[in-house]
């Protein structure tokens, strides 16, 4: 098997982050988005990270098989050491520790870029994720009860925290 290489994300790999990310949105409960994200969407998204919000892919054999990114928690000033993680893997590569080698790239590099606390949340249901946020030193910080409503379920959110 081709050795899984962890790159920065380049803009050309938008298409392929986001097909991924847009099978999340209309087959899974990970994202509370409900509609498939369009071009001018992916723009906007792909334009709020740089080197403190970063995206980085892993690419075998040429071809993308997930991502990761660190975004900004909230636009206020006093947040801005904060940051949201997120980790989306192709449906056919899930539990080959791509999004393990995914957070640790991203976790080294928000840290390097002056990130204090990396906050998940991760959807009801999702115990693979919750396990793996603890063996990356996560803590569970709280559930929010019934603040999303997918495929005509109301699903808790587990908040998790990492303070690096």
């Avoid at 919000?53 to 636009?75: H, I, K």
Wanted: glycine share 8%.
């Amino acid at each position: 098997m081709t050795r899984i290489e962890i790159i920065p994300a380049e803009e050309s790999h938008l298409p392929a982050i986001f097909s991924i990310y847009n099978d999340a949105i209309l087959h899974g409960t990970a994202t509370f988005d409900t509609e498939a994200k369009s071009d001018l969407e992916i723009v906007q998204w792909w334009k709020k990270h740089n080197q403190k919000y970063c995206v980085f892919v892993a690419m075998r054999g040429g071809e993308l098989q997930g991502w990761a990114s660190l975004s900004q928690w909230s636009d206020k000033q006093a947040y801005n050491d904060s940051a949201e993680l997120s980790v989306y893997i192709l449906p056919s590569c899930q539990g080959q520790n791509i999004g393990q080698m995914l957070m640790t790239k991203v976790l080294e590099q928000g840290k390097a870029e002056g990130v204090h606390t990396i906050i998940s949340r991760i959807t009801q249901g999702n115990d693979i994720s919750i396990h793996i946020h603890k063996k990356f030193g996560f803590e569970m910080v709280g559930v929010l009860k019934e603040v999303g409503r997918k495929f005509g379920r109301l699903l808790d959110v587990t908040m998790m925290q990492k303070i690096l």
